[in-house]
């Protein structure tokens, strides 16, 4: 049973342009969500989280927004830059436990 | 300054063997991890050990035995190799329990393991 789902495999931007990566969950337990990115050859890397309380958190050119309702989360990056092309991870889990549950990831390129 | 490392990187054997990949941080955290990367590229948890203690066995076949001889190290060792333990194997590492917002698992570079 796969609780995060990332149902895009791929995604190619225009360089300059906003990036949106899409992640849903079906578990209404998970009150912690992480997006990581990972290029080739490399571990993830971590990039931002977001906690249930809140529906938007930014961290420079990142930002990511949660829907509890649609149980939902997407990505946002602006502008694109040619070193973000890679693969983004969702994962979830609870507050206080350590077992993350990852999407399939999608492979994000930043067309120049 | 490497945070969590992994050797060896690739791993080539045949079916039947018996390997280990051994996992080491520096980072001072009190939990490590093992995640399999499958050819689907589902990034699944296998173990998690918090000072030295298994927290987390997820139904992994008995043929995986971690072993965590000091908090900065985890090493997995499989018995008997098959064609499916062919993956990417991950070693991570955070403090206990993701409590506040910004708490992140670090990954290693992975171990590529070809089981032939």
């Given at each position: 049973d796969?609780q995060v789902k990332?149902n895009s495999p791929?995604l190619s931007?225009?360089?300059?342009?906003?990036?949106i990566?899409n992640?849903?969950?079906?578990n209404?337990?998970?009150?912690?969500?992480l997006w990581?990115?990972?290029?080739p050859?490399?571990g993830p890397t971590?990039?931002i989280?977001i906690?249930?309380?809140k529906?938007?958190?930014?961290d420079?050119r990142f930002?990511?927004f949660?829907n509890?309702?649609?149980?939902h989360?997407?990505?946002?990056i602006v502008?694109?830059q040619p070193?973000?092309?890679a693969v983004?991870?969702?994962?979830?889990t609870?507050?206080g436990?350590?077992k993350?549950?990852?999407g399939?990831g999608t492979?994000?390129?930043i067309?120049? | 300054?490497t945070?969590v490392?992994?050797?060896?990187?690739?791993?080539?054997?045949?079916?039947g063997n018996?390997k280990s990949?051994?996992?080491e941080?520096?980072?001072?955290?009190?939990?490590m991890?093992?995640y399999?990367?499958d050819?689907k590229?589902?990034?699944k948890?296998?173990?998690?050990?918090?000072n030295?203690?298994?927290?987390i066995n997820?139904?992994?076949?008995?043929r995986?035995s971690?072993?965590?001889?000091?908090?900065?190290?985890l090493?997995?060792?499989?018995?008997?190799?098959e064609?499916?333990?062919?993956?990417?194997y991950?070693?991570?590492?955070?403090?206990?329990g993701?409590a506040?917002?910004g708490d992140?698992?670090?990954f290693?570079p992975?171990?590529?393991l070809?089981?032939?």
């Amino acid at each position: 049973d796969q609780q995060v789902k990332q149902n895009s495999p791929s995604l190619s931007v225009q360089e300059g342009r906003i990036s949106i990566l899409n992640c849903d969950y079906t578990n209404s337990m998970f009150d912690y969500f992480l997006w990581y990115k990972k290029y080739p050859a490399e571990g993830p890397t971590f990039l931002i989280s977001i906690s249930s309380i809140k529906d938007k958190n930014e961290d420079g050119r990142f930002t990511v927004f949660l829907n509890k309702s649609a149980k939902h989360l997407s990505l946002h990056i602006v502008p694109s830059q040619p070193g973000d092309s890679a693969v983004y991870f969702c994962a979830a889990t609870n507050f206080g436990n350590e077992k993350l549950t990852f999407g399939t990831g999608t492979r994000l390129t930043i067309i120049p | 300054d490497t945070a969590v490392s992994q050797t060896p990187k690739y791993l080539v054997t045949q079916m039947g063997n018996d390997k280990s990949i051994k996992c080491e941080q520096n980072l001072g955290h009190d939990t490590m991890y093992w995640y399999k990367q499958d050819s689907k590229k589902f990034l699944k948890i296998m173990f998690s050990y918090n000072n030295k203690e298994l927290i987390i066995n997820e139904t992994v076949p008995n043929r995986f035995s971690p072993k965590s001889p000091d908090k900065a190290h985890l090493n997995l060792h499989i018995n008997s190799l098959e064609l499916g333990d062919s993956a990417v194997y991950f070693c991570a590492s955070s403090h206990w329990g993701l409590a506040s917002e910004g708490d992140t698992q670090y990954f290693g570079p992975g171990t590529r393991l070809t089981v032939l």
